[in-house]
């Protein structure tokens, strides 16, 4: 168990919905960071965030947001959408900006029908 | 950006066989470390090594920053070792994976 928690941990929904994944960090850790999965391709960075500040950007759709609340969880909302967007969404943790080991929730799959 | 290449992208052993993994990277990083992403999806943090050598059983670690390249061995390869094997560096914010080596450890 890493210590960083991720719901839910399975999701289906329809072509246009919105939904919104969920992370809570390892305790005391205060950088977050959010990566996509697709079928049989590599980790895509997304976004980090730091003690409540967005810190870095990756490629990260408009129709995708996040944020990272008082309490260092962090949501990711993905709006509109589309076939594509499948994937597993991971979410990860490190104490600081840099320099420190980063730890990985079990992931989210999201399946758009 | 920081620049992260994996060597080979796909390994296929037999049980018992060592393998080397490689990770080369283009500048220097303030943190380095090796994942097994297992058939359930799960990444599995096996090393943080931004330097030096480490070993954990059958697995070790070694990265020479100055040369901007890491290595992963594993020993007597075992079929739960299966899976993709990811390097991922810490530049100035964010994380940057390799794209991973696929191996697939044969009874």
């Known amino acids: 168990d890493s210590g960083v928690t991720q719901t839910p941990k399975h999701l289906i929904t329809a072509t246009g919905q919105r939904v919104t994944l969920r992370c809570s960090p390892r305790?005391?850790?205060?950088?977050v960071y959010w990566y996509q999965q697709s079928l049989d391709q590599g980790l895509q960075f997304l976004i980090q965030?730091?003690?409540?500040?967005?810190?870095a950007k990756g490629n990260i759709l408009e129709r995708f947001s996040a944020q990272q609340f008082p309490d260092l969880h962090s949501e990711l909302n993905l709006s509109s959408l589309e076939l594509g967007d499948s994937a597993l969404y991971f979410c990860?943790?490190?104490?600081?900006?840099?320099?420190?080991?980063?730890?990985f929730g079990q992931g989210t799959r999201l399946t758009v029908v | 950006g920081i620049q992260v290449e994996q060597s080979p992208p796909d390994l296929i052993l037999q049980e018992g066989a060592n393998s080397t993994l490689r990770c080369n990277f283009s500048?220097?990083?303030?943190?380095l470390q090796w994942f097994h992403q297992n058939p359930w999806g799960q990444l599995i943090n096996l090393f943080y090594?931004?330097?030096g050598t480490k070993q954990n059983g059958r697995l070790s670690a070694t990265t020479v920053a100055t040369e901007r390249y890491s290595l992963l061995y594993i020993s007597s390869s075992q079929t739960t070792d299966s899976g993709v094997y990811f390097c991922?560096?810490?530049?100035?914010?964010?994380?940057?994976f390799g794209q991973g080596t696929r191996l697939t450890i044969n009874p």
């Open positions: 990860a943790s490190s104490a600081h900006l840099g320099g420190t080991e980063a730890f």
């Open positions: 305790s005391g850790d205060l950088s």
């Open positions: 965030y730091y003690n409540g500040e967005e810190r």
């Open positions: 500048d220097s990083v303030n943190n």
């Open positions: 090594i931004p330097s």
């Open positions: 991922e560096i810490q530049g100035a914010q964010k994380l940057v």
